[in-house]
């Protein structure tokens, strides 16, 4: 038996996938909806969203967002699968912005597990595409569904259907010659690929998966993996009956995180290796571990569902005793299936049993409340890469242990509610847990709206309606501020790199490096350093300070020790709401306000009939600095 589980509190990064485009005639009842949802109140965003589309003086574009809304929520808490459906029916025939109609039908239909229909809602979506960033999208969705498909043949014991394999790899060729960094497309190529049993194609997946040039750059943590399947699978194909690559494949797939990858290979593998596969521990062990993580999942996220949706405080309580039963009950399976566990052991603490998990599958796992939500909920992943660094801020200074975690099995309730938004990390005691997933996509994503002349020309003509409109609601401000400091700041990265001599796929692939580089500093070095030296300097008292004024501290570092302090400004400002971290982000808000009415004199085509907080874009990055800098207590602590 396990012992006591011990829950805990966690003090997280949230960070946003995409700024939610609003324009200046946004309705007032779909900005007040938008808001209910990031403030994790679903019933208030429902039932705003469901008035919106009843409205007559409703924009084509805001009826057919809140439909697009009301569908995913539909189905996700819900589980109303016609009504789901009913609604992107109508938003397509409205008409606005059809391809992503198509997006949220085809993860339905996923979901669903209806796959032929899936892929219809993906080709839909590419023939509805305005912009090569969502052609490009629709075609990375139709190859993930072909995956998808193939691999729920294989649980089935089905024949693979390899011309839609080979299609689908075709695709994802493609968008990875165009977009060498998009690693959602190859992580999936790395699936197909193995399915299709072309190992040189599958070692270039899994390089790019992890944006590694070679082999020998890979992290210290992946050094052993990389290596083997750089040697091994060059060799393997179709044709290779070799129980030793075989095994030396799988294991390696497994200790690069890609457990359910590793599933696939054993379960498809030549019918003369399954007697050796079956009797294989170390290959039991792996494929016994890939079916608890989506056992895990399901009863997560089935948890996280009811706990969303249900009213009445008992029922809550038990759905919440229910999810620590089955916990503790899936993972009292997992011990006695697995070979590195003693068989004649009666019990386990907790701490025993995560530290052999992290010894032979890199797992880490916490069950824990979060400071956005006190909902209980489970962090789980497995780490790919771990330093250690010496951070130092003011006359403090603390070690401060980097480890990232990927291939996530839940992110903490939060993040499951949100999707658009989550936790980009955790602080724990003396480093940080950094959650790759998130950040998979935000650079990619910089590069189209910088690039993508559809998207760009869209993102300009929001903030010229928005900012220089005489708007002087702050909510509309505040989304066109965001998005104006974003843009100036890739603007200006673009422009530098072209003036460096870089140009075509270098230039992309500088551009990524640089602005991955940016953020990471700021969000985990800056950002969580600063709660790791508060809990140092502070001790006992850092507690008593509260989550939001936690992250508030937090926020002054990730932005005075940021290289490009507007993209952490950026996202800071759409997020003001009504949760501690959203406090936290109107607190930086408030400070930018006072600055600008103390300094306005100080700012180069400063205009005082504007709203002054409407022209925080136009402070300069010394005078971003400066102004934060100003209010943080170590700094004040330190001129004493």
Not at 417 to 431: I, K, M, S
Not at 607 to 613: C, F, L, Y
Request: proline residues 2%.
């Amino acid at each position: 038996m396990m012992k006591k589980l011990n829950f805990l509190p966690l003090f997280f990064l949230i960070l946003s996938f995409a700024i939610q485009a609003q324009e200046i005639n946004n309705h007032p009842k779909l900005l007040a909806a938008l808001e209910a949802q990031n403030s994790l109140k679903l019933e208030s965003s429902r039932e705003l969203f469901n008035s919106l589309i009843r409205l007559d003086d409703v924009s084509k574009k805001d009826k057919c967002i809140a439909l697009r809304k009301l569908s995913i929520q539909d189905w996700k808490f819900y589980k109303n699968y016609e009504l789901a459906k009913k609604r992107l029916v109508e938003a397509i025939q409205i008409g606005d912005y059809i391809s992503e109609s198509y997006v949220v039908l085809n993860r339905i239909e996923n979901e669903a597990k209806n796959y032929s229909k899936a892929l219809t809602a993906a080709e839909k979506s590419l023939e509805s595409a305005t912009s090569a960033a969502d052609s490009t999208y629709a075609t990375y969705l139709y190859s993930k569904t072909i995956l998808r498909e193939a691999s729920s043949f294989i649980l089935q014991k089905k024949q693979l259907d390899l011309v839609k394999l080979q299609k689908a790899s075709t695709l994802l060729q493609k968008i990875l010659s165009k977009n060498p960094t998009h690693v959602n497309a190859a992580e999936v190529l790395l699936g197909v690929s193995l399915l299709l049993k072309d190992g040189k194609l599958a070692l270039k997946s899994w390089l790019a998966y992890y944006r590694f040039a070679n082999a020998n750059a890979a992290y210290t943590y992946l050094k052993e993996p990389a290596k083997v399947l750089l040697l091994e699978l060059p060799m393997w194909n179709s044709n290779t009956i070799n129980f030793q690559r075989t095994k030396a494949i799988i294991v390696a797939l497994g200790n690069s995180r890609f457990y359910n990858f590793a599933k696939l290979v054993a379960l498809t593998e030549n019918k003369s290796l399954q007697s050796k596969i079956k009797t294989d521990e170390e290959i039991q062990d792996i494929m016994h571990y890939a079916n608890y993580l989506q056992e895990l999942k399901d009863s997560t996220n089935e948890y996280y569902r009811i706990a969303t949706i249900e009213k009445d405080e008992d029922k809550i309580t038990q759905n919440r005793a229910a999810f620590i039963s089955t916990f503790r009950a899936t993972n009292n399976r997992l011990m006695k299936k697995l070979s590195i566990f003693e068989k004649n052991t009666s019990e386990y603490s907790v701490r025993e049993f995560r530290e052999k998990l992290r010894t032979h599958f890199g797992t880490v796992q916490i069950i824990a409340s979060t400071s956005s939500s006190t909902t209980l909920g489970l962090v789980m992943g497995h780490i790919v890469n771990e330093r250690t660094e010496t951070i130092k801020q003011y006359n403090h200074e603390s070690d401060f242990t980097f480890t990232e975690i990927d291939m996530m099995t839940s992110n903490g309730y939060s993040s499951w509610f949100w999707e658009d938004r989550g936790a980009g990390g955790f602080a724990v005691e003396n480093g940080f847990l950094r959650v790759k997933q998130l950040f998979k996509s935000l650079p990619i994503n910089a590069w189209q709206r910088i690039t993508d002349p559809v998207k760009r020309e869209k993102i300009e003509k929001e903030i010229a309606e928005k900012l220089f409109s005489n708007s002087t609601d702050e909510k509309t401000i505040f989304s066109g501020l965001s998005q104006k400091l974003e843009m100036d700041a890739l603007n200006d990265l673009y422009n530098d790199l072209k003036s460096q001599g870089y140009q075509d796929i270098q230039l992309q692939l500088k551009f990524i490096e640089v602005y991955e580089s940016y953020r990471d500093r700021a969000t985990m070095f800056a950002h969580e350093g600063r709660h790791s030296l508060d809990k140092k300097v502070l001790k006992n008292k850092y507690r008593n300070l509260g989550a939001t004024v936690i992250e508030y501290r937090g926020r002054l570092s990730q932005i005075v020790f940021s290289k490009e302090p507007r993209l952490e400004l950026s996202n800071m400002i759409n997020g003001v709401n009504t949760s501690p971290t959203g406090l936290s982000n109107k607190m930086i808000v408030d400070v930018a306000k006072e600055w600008i009415l103390k300094n306005h004199s100080k700012i180069k085509n400063f205009d005082a009939t504007q709203t002054p907080i409407s022209q925080l874009y136009k402070l300069t990055n010394a005078q971003i600095i400066a102004c934060y800098k100003a209010v943080d207590p170590f700094y004040i602590d330190s001129k004493k």
